[in-house]
C-alpha cells in the first residue's frame, strides 16, 4: 500500500473510532495531549471482549495457567534485576533545525516535521550526537522528591509476574510446567509515538508467562508460538494478514535466547502485534539474586532443584484492538452506493444487536421496548427508533453491529420479528420467544 493510501486508510478508521464512539483523543478540549487515548462507549465494549477471549483462552479454559493482577508501583530493585534501569533504553536524537526528537535507529521512516514529504535524513536538519534515553516513567512515592523515594510506573506486566512466582506456586498447588496469566497497564516514555493507538505511552498488555523444566523449553516455544497464532485466527483476523517474524541476533531482548513476534499487516506495513519470547531462567535467577531469596523448584518426581525457563507470550491489548478494528474495516461498493462496515466477528462486536420499531407508532415500539429489556439481560443491545430504517441499518453497520431486530406490523400479529445479518444484509422471519436462542447460536 503507498504512503498515501495507508495513511488515508488510517485517517478514516480515526474518524470512524470518533464517530461511533470507539475511540478519542484523551484531553481533547485542551488541545489533546499526544499519544494518548480514551475508550468511548463502543471501544470500552470491544476492549473488554479481546480481553475476556484472551482470559478465556489463556486462564478459564485450561488447568496449567492461573490469572494473577499485581501492582503498577513495585519495589525499584525490581526494575534492576529486570535490567530495565540500565538497558531499557532506545537511542535518541534531536533536530537543531526543527526541535524534533527522534529515535536515531528509525530516521529513515520517520517524515520531518517542517517538510513531512521527507524524511529526517533527506530534509536537511542539522542532528545531535546520539544519546540514551531510559523509557521508564518515574515518579516519586510519598509526598517528598527525593531520589530515594523514586519508583517507576512498570514498562511491561511480566515482572509483577516472576517476582509472585513462589506466592502462586504455594497458593494454588501448580506443578511445573504451568502458567501465570496477567493483563494490565504498561508505560513506556516512547520517543516517537505514531499510528493511532499502535504505539502510546500508556497501553494494556496481556501476558503469560509459562514456567517450565530446562531442556524442555525449546519444545515449549514451539507449542505457545502456534497457540498464538491460532488465537488471533480465532478471532477471525484474516489469516493472509498474519506472519511470524523471527528476532535475528542484532534485536533480540537482553533477556531472550529466542524470539519470535506476531506481526500483522496494517495499512503502514507489517508490525509486531505480539512478542513470543524464550527468556531461559534470566528473570528468576536475576530475582534470586537480588532479592537474596530462594526462588528454586522442587521436583518432587525427581526429587531434581531448578530455576525453572519461562515461555513469555506478551500481547498488546490496545494493538490487538487496532488490529481488529483494521481487519474489520471495509468501504464495500453495492449497487447504488458504498456502505462502511465494520466486519467486527459476532463475539468481539460491542453490540450484539440492534432493536428498531419500523416506524414510531401502532404498537412496535412497545413490542421493540419488550424485546429490548428481554434480551438486555444476556448480551449488549441497543434500542434505535430515530430515523428511516435503513439509516439505522448503516448506522449499526459502520459500529460493526452484527445483527439487527426489526419490529413490523406482521410482528404485532404473528409475534415473529426480522433479523438482519449485517454481513450478508440477508433478513429472515424469527419468532419471538426463539431470538435469543438463535442469536446466542449466531454469536458463540
Ligand atoms: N514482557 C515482554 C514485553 O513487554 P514487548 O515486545 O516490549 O515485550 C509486548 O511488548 C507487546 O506489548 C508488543 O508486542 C505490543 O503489542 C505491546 N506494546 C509494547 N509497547 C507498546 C506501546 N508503546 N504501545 C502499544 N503497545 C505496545
Known amino acids: 500500500m503507498s504512503q498515501k493510501s495507508a495513511d488515508s486508510t488510517m485517517s478514516k478508521i480515526v474518524s470512524l473510532c470518533k464517530r461511533r464512539g470507539y475511540i478519542f483523543q484523551s484531553s481533547e ?39 494473577l493482577d499485581s501492582s503498577i508501583l513495585m519495589h525499584p530493585r525490581i526494575w534492576e534485576a529486570s535490567g530495565h534501569v540500565a538497558g531499557f533504553v532506545d537511542p535518541l536524537v534531536d533536530c537543531k533545525t526543527c526541535k ?16 513531512p514529504s521527507k524524511m529526517v535524513t533527506e530534509c536537511g536538519g542539522e542532528l545531535t550526537e546520539v544519546r540514551e534515553f531510559n523509557l521508564m516513567f518515574r515518579t516519586h512515592m510519598g509526598p517528598v522528591a527525593e531520589d530515594a523515594a523514586v519508583v517507576y510506573l512498570r ?13 502462586v506456586l504455594q497458593s494454588s498447588r501448580q506443578k511445573v510446567p504451568f502458567g501465570i496469566a496477567q493483563i494490565g497497564k504498561a508505560f513506556r516514555n516512547e520517543i ?28 515449549w516455544f514451539e507449542y505457545w508460538k502456534e497457540q498464538r497464532i491460532q488465537w488471533y485466527d480465532k478471532m477471525g483476523i484474516r489469516k493472509a494478514n498474519l506472519r511470524f517474524h523471527q528476532h535475528g541476533d542484532g534485536e533480540l531482548a537482553h533477556y531472550a535466547a529466542a524470539a519470535f513476534d506476531v506481526e500483522y499487516n496494517f495499512p503502514f506495513g507489517w508490525k509486531e502485534l505480539e512478542g513470543i519470547h524464550n527468556r531461559t531462567d534470566f528473570d528468576l535467577q536475576r530475582h534470586q539474586e537480588y532479592s537474596g531469596k530462594d526462588l528454586q523448584y522442587f521436583e518432587e518426581a525427581t526429587r531434581e532443584r531448578f530455576i525453572p525457563f519461562i515461555i513469555e507470550t506478551s500481547a498488546g491489548c490496545d494493538r490487538t484492538l487496532l488490529t481488529v478494528l483494521v481487519d474489520a474495516y471495509e468501504e464495500e461498493e453495492l449497487e447504488k452506493d458504498t456502505r462502511t462496515v465494520l466486519h467486527l466477528a459476532p463475539q468481539l462486536a460491542p453490540v450484539k444487536a440492534g432493536i428498531f420499531p419500523l416506524v414510531k407508532r401502532d404498537g412496535m415500539p412497545e413490542m421493540a421496548h419488550k424485546i429490548h429489556d428481554e434480551l438486555k439481560k444476556h448480551m449488549m443491545v441497543y434500542y434505535d427508533e430515530g430515523g428511516a430504517v435503513g439509516r439505522r441499518y448503516r448506522r ?39 431470538l435469543f436462542e438463535y442469536l446466542r447460536s449466531r454469536i458463540d
Request: proline share 5%.
Open 396 to 434: 449499526q453497520d459502520e459500529a460493526g453491529t452484527p445483527f439487527c431486530i426489526t419490529v413490523d406490523s406482521q410482528s404485532l400479529e404473528d409475534q415473529t420479528v426480522t433479523v438482519r445479518e449485517r454481513d450478508s444484509m440477508q433478513q429472515e422471519r424469527i419468532a419471538v420467544d426463539g
Open 100 to 115: 524534533g526528537r527522534f529515535r536515531a535507529d528509525q530516521l529513515e521512516s520517520m517524515p520531518c516535521p517542517r517538510k
Open 29 to 67: 478540549i485542551y488541545g489533546g495531549l499526544d499519544s494518548c487515548y480514551d475508550y468511548g462507549p463502543m471501544g470500552v465494549e470491544l476492549k473488554k471482549n479481546i480481553k475476556e477471549f484472551w482470559w478465556k483462552s489463556m486462564v478459564r479454559l485450561r488447568e496449567d495457567i492461573v490469572g
Open 192 to 219: 516517537t509515538p505514531r499510528n493511532f493507538i499502535f504505539r502510546t505511552r500508556e497501553f494494556e498488555q496481556m501476558e503469560m508467562q509459562f514456567f517450565v523444566k530446562p531442556g524442555t523449553d525449546t519444545e
Open 155 to 167: 514498562p511491561e506486566t511480566a515482572q509483577g509476574i516472576y517476582v509472585n512466582y513462589n506466592n
